[in-house]
């Protein structure tokens, strides 16, 4: 009996068929972007990078060799040098990734080391060259006039570029994809943005067929795989999927797979191994932390002794009982220690809480209340601003804890974490992190652990600065404060 002929299947549409993947139009398009922003960037570092010479020469002249400030008088020698500082700032700004995508890009800590770098380098070439100078001082003025004018120009560009972005209607068209409770979590957790660039969510889908029809009937710029449990067979499908149209794959990583930070790889006979180290500080990493924290921490405390004597008089006008509290934090190894805080509570505040558990309103193991009773009328103020933790300097000079860290937990809390939480006290806990510069309390306590070992596995001095200054902001705005 003849077996009835089976049609040909239709082939699926491949980009890559046609032309190169790289020009497609996603990646075109992206292109494009990332073109005009590094020439806009450029552009406004130069204009920090004259602007700052400028000024430190007019400083100069004004203090050491008084005479009309005109442009031309003030750039008989220094013009020569221009070309050469032009392409070396540009250059140790595109070795340091200040020219990255907006989403990555690094702040103001990364610009001022960069300066720092470019200044240097100068210095030395000007030495080896046999140059005359009047003041060595000229260089660090220029250094920090040139790296504070960056910053702030790099800041109005990015407020400037991203508002333009929003008016003419730039989006990131991105696909969801995983199981309904992981898709919303990961929508939630994402936002409405990302580098400044709004989402416009064009689908949620399930595993399966409806990834393909999905890709095949919209226009999207990335898929966001929410569930990273997927087997081999499957997450390559997908990609597939996504890649014969130019389409980004992003894959959200489970809980259990940041776990595996600071991987190392390690050459095998037949098997590529991955070494996993432990997500600590050590050698030359610890020096360098640990000095930085010391000399910031002293410099803290000296300048704000005035302040912390006008608070002092505050709490004690305001309630009875001690200026310090000391409160029972783990720390690292999960040892306990006293954390320094100036008091904002009456003086029984800890018996009373078991009674307030169930007025709980943060998730996981953390216990906060906004209007909790316990809290004094200047207690209210000196929480809202984050004040009340300044003394925990104390602590940092003690060697308990780090300027920039994981956020040390109350004893309640820490007893509720699961195991996988507990690696973070495999370093010093902070006075400030990850945490304070991104959504604060408003996080699920998942995703501030999840933070934490973003930390840990990307650590440098110029993260913990950068974290230091946007940390001001933030507190002031109270974003997430209890």
Do not use: C
């Not at 400083?59 to 005479?67: I, N, T, V």
């Not at 003025?141 to 960056?150: E, K, P, R």
């Not at 309630?319 to 306990?336: I, K, N």
Request: glycine share 8%.
């Amino acid at each position: 009996m003849a077996t009835e002929p089976v049609p040909p299947q239709p082939v699926q549409e491949d980009v890559r068929a046609a032309r190169p993947y790289l020009l497609t139009r996603n990646p075109l398009k992206t292109a494009a972007r990332r073109l005009v922003s590094v020439a806009g960037l450029v552009v406004v570092d130069l204009a920090g990078l004259v602007i700052g010479l400028y000024l430190a020469l007019a400083f100069r002249s004004l203090l050491f060799d008084p005479r009309p400030i005109l442009w031309n008088l003030l750039w008989q020698h220094e013009t020569d040098w221009l070309s050469f500082l032009t392409l070396l700032l540009v250059l140790v700004f595109w070795r340091n990734r200040l020219y990255a995508p907006r989403e990555v890009r690094e702040g103001p800590g990364r610009v001022v080391a960069s300066v720092a770098l470019v200044a240097l380098l100068a210095l030395v070439f000007a030495i080896g060259t046999g140059q005359h100078f009047t003041t060595f001082g000229l260089y660090v003025v220029s250094a920090l006039l040139v790296a504070t004018l960056i910053s702030v120009f790099r800041w109005s560009y990015e407020t400037a570029s991203g508002a333009a972005m929003r008016s003419f209607g730039v989006r990131r068209r991105a696909l969801l994809v995983g199981e309904a409770e992981q898709v919303a979590h990961l929508k939630r957790v994402l936002g409405a943005s990302r580098g400044g660039i709004d989402y416009d969510f064009v689908g949620e889908v399930p595993l399966g067929a409806a990834v393909a029809n999905s890709l095949a009937g919209a226009v999207v710029d990335e898929l966001i795989v929410a569930d990273a449990g997927l087997d081999e067979e499957r997450l390559l499908g997908l990609v597939e999927a996504a890649h014969r149209r130019g389409v980004k794959v992003r894959v959200a990583p489970r809980t259990t797979e940041l776990l595996v930070e600071r991987g190392e790889y390690v050459p095998g006979q037949a098997v590529p191994l991955f070494e996993l180290r432990p997500p600590t500080f050590a050698g030359s990493d610890w020096v360098v932390k640990r000095s930085f924290d010391l000399v910031v921490s002293a410099l803290l405390v000296v300048v704000g002794a005035p302040l912390w004597l006008l608070i002092a008089l505050l709490i004690k006008l305001d309630s009875r009982g001690p200026v310090f509290y000391a409160d029972a934090r783990v720390g690292l190894g999960e040892r306990e220690f006293g954390m320094f805080k100036f008091r904002t509570m009456v003086a029984d505040a800890a018996r009373a809480q078991s009674a307030l558990e169930a007025a709980n309103e943060a998730s996981g193991a953390l216990f906060k209340i906004r209007r909790d009773p316990r809290v004094t009328r200047v207690g209210r103020v000196l929480r809202r601003y984050s004040i009340d933790e300044m003394p925990n300097v104390l602590n940092v000079l003690r060697g308990e804890m780090s300027l920039v860290g994981p956020r040390p937990l109350p004893l309640r809390d820490y007893a509720r974490l699961e195991p996988w939480h507990r690696r973070r006290s495999n370093v010093l806990p902070g006075m400030t992190g990850l945490w304070q510069i991104a959504g604060r309390s408003d996080l699920s306590f998942d995703d501030l652990v999840r933070l934490d070992f973003y930390y840990l596995e990307n650590w440098s001095l110029w993260i913990d600065v950068t974290i230091l200054l946007k940390t001001v902001p933030a507190v002031l705005a109270s974003r997430g404060a209890y």
